[in-house]
């Protein structure tokens, strides 16, 4: 199937640049693309790429210099987006119905148009919405409440008491409302404090492959809304994550602590146990907040600290042995100096 | 149910401040509590919400000003979590006896009392001890030995020839026994060590969610009794954890490495192969411990040092940028007096 | 069984130093290694364990002073590594055909001398090559192509479309190909993008327990021919990683990155997106490379920079109260030094 870049731009709302009969099959990147395929360009950190790019039409912010045929939009990624899904689609789902070798409980209760694999497991008076999609080896603990439109993709564990909001992803392997790691420590043996809050994935939110969502112990563990969790991150007992927030792979939040709505972590940075940071923080890559922060602000470091000031220490650091050399030559002349001087007030005291 | 602070009390030895007849329902936090629930006081950093909470009644350490009972305790995080058992119990297993359609091998040896849901496997000459409870997708590997009293959640995987001792816990999506990362690297090919020494997790260890515990290659990977392993950490082939460690979730600890019983790492902490750490260590968060530890320390940093000398260097770091601005007016102001002496110097000399 | 030395020197052409007929059941490490096995020597760094280690035999680069026998080769860890696999073999994998338990699309394709458990699904249009063996629990997704001789451990899931060479191995728990972490953000919301490439994992890689190839967006994640990711090693969309690469437990690399061939990430290190790293590169545990890199470099820090002048800088931040002290300390000095000169210069002016 093939689509004109009138028809697309038409999607997005986009001005045409160029010949607007340009016949797309697909979508790529601009290294990737070949004719035939539609590319984006929407940072322009990028911009030279355009010229060798082969791709047949650009989605770009701005006129290009370039013989490809262009729809311009005030945001191209987004608009590019809409494009990709309007040829592409989603992921299928290639199975109908309930499978007679999954294990749903009696006492559970399952919504309209809801297709569940075999092997897939939905305990006792536990809800599946409308809709919803559970692959193999997905487990649905006891009284778990899955909203509708939910997609739970294969050996997905989502424990006990789990409530889940709508349109809700859970990618394979990840784990939600398993206990915390909550040890009461007494003359030397760590003691299980039983997980009896829960943990609340509000409406949109994404969870990533192999991540960790631990139950609360006393007190809930919540996603807000919207908010899309990487690959491997690890999430603690009781902690809250605001609405629209980001949250790149592999990244650790302990227990109790907050992140305001809006903010964004990057892959690998970490919040340790009891923080709160405010909304629209931004946390670069690999650093460590171990401290309350208001929001509004970029961190980085380990530990992390104000983005600009801590690119300056960063900048320093590496000419560390340049500034000890200066350090020690300084205090070499400043010895000189010293001598310099003293007999200078020598000759002075003897004239 | 309800309980008396009466009773509550009497379970965990405690002095009642106020009304002894107070009733409980259940247990929270203090921030998150409400009427008729039990919280506690165990960090005096936390002490000003006491004010503000609703807590029914609060376990502490000292008696506190508030209208709201106490039970006053030496170890009050231990005895809240006495209480939570107590009103709360631990996780009920919704399932009853062998799943027709879980799948046991014929030369598995399974115990009294067993609970095994659909879809587990126990390989060829695995043996399950009493009491133990293993759920849906849960994979035991062949001559695998389970202790007693365990419990194996949805999708946990046990390899080859593991041996578990007795009240082990292993969660979710957890990985135990796999080869290691082992390859001899001959004429630019990587080519896999056969992984022949086995995994032994001892008495009432916990091995967190998607947590990797990889297979020794020679010699054995050993979890000691008591430890508690975080979601998602990673144990090297080979390494050996003494007795009552806590690591965090994200801990990763490379092959062929030593820690000393009662030790703790922070989230996201590591050791380098080969790195031997004494017991009683505490490496803080985010802390890379490459070389020989003795014991009874804290270190932090990248590398990791000394604790406390270590937070005067972080805190140097973040005032790099004015310490780099003090030497260079230093450096000015020697160049000055440089000026001002030679002149001295000639005006003494010509005088 | 026991095999001599000597039958096990003529293995690795090695040459023989002792007994020739040296009784051999199995193989050990030099420090666990008990009469009647094997070790090997590879680093002179662990040389003083030769004379303690009770190992009937070991491999060596070159003659050692022990009563040990010996087999002396070039390569001793590669040489070790092939007598282990002489005496010990591979992992058997103890089932047989196809489980009337699996679950397989009629439209896959299976080859020949295929093993698959039960409770393993191979959906519609997959095609698995002969000799693979894929334990229970495994998810192949629609149109999925795994060549020959591939083993795919319990609950490791393979997506939509991904395509593996042959002799590749898939740990437990292990994502492959499921959605990367792509999102348009729009006033305020967070869009998915849909995944329309693919993963290729070439010949003779190996994917750790618990880790994440994340699936392209528009363009493939790939995993060159003979590369090892080890557990929990998370990589994200439109990654490519060369040839031969060895990628530690927990390594991070984000998005349209680039790793060249036998280049090598010690635990915990990260790759930020969009980085181009050349060829032969060697990263630091727990580093992080945040700028393009040209290739046959060590490089150590956060962020990682030239592994020898990281070194220095590493030494120096240890120090950096001692050097605080001595600018301070030359501060005073040299403000001691303009009174003296000062009161010099009066002095002369008067005179």
Redesign the interface.
Known sequence: MTYTIEELAQIVNGEIVGDPTTSIE????L??AVPGQI?FLANRKYRKTVATSKASAIVTREPLETEAAQIVVP?P??A??EI??HI?????H?FEGISP?A?IAPTAQIGQNVRI???A?V??EASIGDDCVL???V?VG?RARIGSGCIL???A?V??TVEVGDRV?I?????VG??G?G????Q?????????AKVILQD?V?I?????I?SGA??DTIIGA?S?I???V?I?H?TKIGK?C?L???V?I?GSAELGD?SQM???A?I?GHTKVGPHTVIA??S?V?HNLPGKQGVL???A?DMA?AR???A???N??K??E??MA??R??KE??E??AA??Q??EA?
Not at 171 to 175: F, I, L, T, V, Y
Not at 183 to 186: D, G, I, Q, S
């Open positions: 697909s979508a790529s990147t290294e990737a590319a945001d990624y987004f590019f987006r990709v899904v592409h689609g989603h992921r299928d290639l070798a294990h694999a075999h092997g497991t305990s006792e692959y193999s080896g487990f006891p993709y294969p050996n564990v424990f006990d992803v990618q394979c392997n990840a784990s398993h206990d790691f040890f009461a420590t007494h030397g043996s760590h003691h299980k404090i039983p997980h009896i949109e994404e990533g492959a192999n991540a960790c631990e006393f007190d919207g899309k990487g690959d491997s690890v603690g009781g629209g980001l790149v792979p592999q650790g302990a809006y990057g892959g690998q970490g340790t890559a690999k460590l171990n470091g380990f530990p600290f000031q300056k220490s960063v320093i650091y590496k560390l042995p500034q000890r200066k350090l300084l205090d002349k400043v100096l010293e310099t001087i200078l007030k000759a002075t004239s």
